[in-house]
């Protein structure tokens, strides 16, 4: 009986074993997860003790993330796949300290950035004391509604003017967008309403294009994990607009930024926009509780676009004046004066007039929650 329960005993440990063998193979060892630190700098540290320590970052084969506050410069370590020793960055001269970061994500939390980033677009600042309206139709159709839409925008008070120029649709025989034309029609109507655009890159093949014509580049919701263009996204020179999944969790969100900043780009604007539940009551069911969660972790600006959470117009305005109710920096709205003729989302646009009404709504409400319009 001894001997037959050391046999099972040891059957069991190889078979033990060999499903920790395979699991290293395909997924690495457990000491190989990515464990990134920050180091803070002291708040006299000179320009060339901060070069110094990215110096020696840098020849460890890692990658270094300058990022100058208001009071200490911060860098933060990536590419590590095990442990650092702390050891190696606190003797360093202007080191103040040496910090592991909790979070699976890195550049996009305020471990690595305490303060708020405020990404400049001309003149328009997101994530700064104001709140900023962007507002224009689904799909660029023509130039002439293109700028009739973009004049009424502008005198509404919107700081941005949206379009799409390429549509991702559920239906292959939907209307798909312009393509380069609808692009070519939103620069010139940008240059001549003096409004910076915000469009949509389905995939690299356009992002060149985007990047090129408009002045932020959009992340739909369905590509939010598309890994490949987030990180071509990352190094095309433009701000991005990275939207939430249909059904991805804040982290998941958070995560898909971190492969952006992870390429250069610190000018990233995340967007909640629904997500999709067993509600029928609206087109999705839009999360404000994303809101206030992302910004206590991540010092990314957050808006929010009502038009595709409601996916009703009637929604829209109440769900806008609630979104900056939680806090966020701003919303996406989708308008048309001509809402029974548009090529796509014509039952969640909202008319111009409604669209006055709304932003008299939000200048009320902005000062309750200590911003401004």
Avoid: W
């Avoid at 395979?22 to 901060?50: C, F, Q, W």
């Avoid at 798909?176 to 609808?182: F, I, K, S, T, Y």
């Avoid at 769900?319 to 029974?340: K, N, Q, S, W």
């Amino acid at each position: 009986k001894a001997r037959a329960r050391a046999g099972v005993v040891r059957r069991r440990v190889l078979m033990a074993a060999m499903i920790a063998s395979r699991a290293a193979v395909r997924y690495g060892p457990r000491s190989h997860h990515p464990n990134p630190m920050l180091i803070v700098m002291k708040r006299d540290a000179t320009a060339e003790e901060v070069a110094g320590v990215v110096s020696r970052v840098e020849t460890m084969g890692l990658k270094a993330n300058a990022i100058p506050g208001a009071q200490r410069t911060a860098i933060g370590i990536t590419g590590n796949l095990g442990a650092l020793d702390r050891g190696s960055f606190e003797s360093l001269p202007g080191v103040f300290d040496v910090i592991r970061v909790s979070h699976p994500f890195k550049l996009v939390s305020r471990e690595f950035q305490p303060s708020d980033t405020v990404v400049q677009i001309g003149r328009v600042a997101i994530g700064g004391p104001e709140v900023v309206v962007i507002g224009g139709p689904c799909s660029i159709e023509s130039y002439e509604q293109t700028l009739r839409l973009a004049q009424r925008v502008r005198a509404a008070g919107a700081q941005l003017f949206r379009g799409g120029a390429y549509k991702p649709r559920t239906s292959p025989y939907s209307f798909q967008g312009l393509g380069l034309p609808g692009l070519e029609i939103l620069a010139r109507v940008s240059e001549e309403v003096g409004l910076p655009t915000v469009t949509e890159a389905l995939d690299i093949d356009v992002l060149d294009a985007v990047a090129e014509h408009a002045d932020v580049v959009q992340i739909g919701a369905r590509n939010m994990q598309n890994y490949t263009l987030l990180k071509r996204a990352g190094r095309c020179g433009k701000p991005i607009l990275l939207k939430r999944g249909m059904t991805s969790t804040v982290t998941e969100l958070l995560l898909a930024a971190e492969y952006i900043l992870d390429q250069g780009n610190p000018n990233v604007i995340l967007c909640e926009r629904g997500i999709r539940t067993f509600a029928d009551h609206a087109r999705n069911t839009l999360d404000l509780s994303a809101v206030p969660a992302i910004e206590k972790i991540s010092h990314l600006p957050v808006i929010v676009d009502p038009s595709h959470a409601a996916g009703k117009s009637g929604m829209v305005r109440p769900l806008a004046r609630a979104a900056i109710a939680a806090g966020a920096d701003g919303v996406m709205i989708e308008i048309h004066d001509r809402p029974a003729e548009a090529l796509s989302d014509s039952e969640q646009a909202i008319l111009p007039e409604e669209m006055d009404r709304m932003m008299n709504e939000l200048r009320a409400l902005a000062p309750v929650v200590d911003r401004k319009m």
